[in-house]
Nanobody, 114 residues
Framework: VQLQAFGGGLVQAGGSLRLSCAVS????????MGWYHQVPGKQREWVAD???????NYADSVKGRFTISRDNAKNTVYLQMNSLKPEDTAVYYC?????????WGQGTQVTVSS
């Protein structure tokens, strides 16, 4: 199972970015999908997740600003990030749960300038 993340970049505070993460190589159904982020020197932190039937959860720090969604036909999860803040700057990692195992993408850098 491979995950490929896209959509990171540099944006000014208050701007928006949309991350996407496509899953390939799985012959089994994908259960939960989600995003973490990591700042250098710190542990990876959970951002949001979404179940196979579309139920979403968010970290308090992003609630109301980020929206997670998924397209099951495309095996893809998205993270719409609005009202970005400098503290959102991090490498964002997507994951997918297949047969109870977590698979991770390679990470995409998001940088928010003040």
């Amino acid at each position: 199972v491979q995950l490929q993340a896209f959509g990171g970049g540099l944006v000014q505070a208050g701007g928006s970015l949309r991350l996407s993460c496509a899953v390939s190589g799985s012959t089994f159904s994908i259960n939960g999908m989600g995003w973490y982020h990591q700042v250098p020197g710190k542990q990876r932190e959970w951002v949001a997740d979404i179940t196979s039937d579309g139920s979403a959860n968010y970290a308090d720090s992003v609630k109301g600003r980020f929206t997670i969604s998924r397209d099951n036909a495309k095996n893809t999860v998205y993270l719409q990030m609005n009202s970005l803040k400098p503290e959102d700057t991090a490498v964002y990692y997507c994951y997918a749960v297949v047969t109870a195992k977590h698979y991770w993408g390679q990470g995409t850098q998001v940088t928010v300038s003040s």
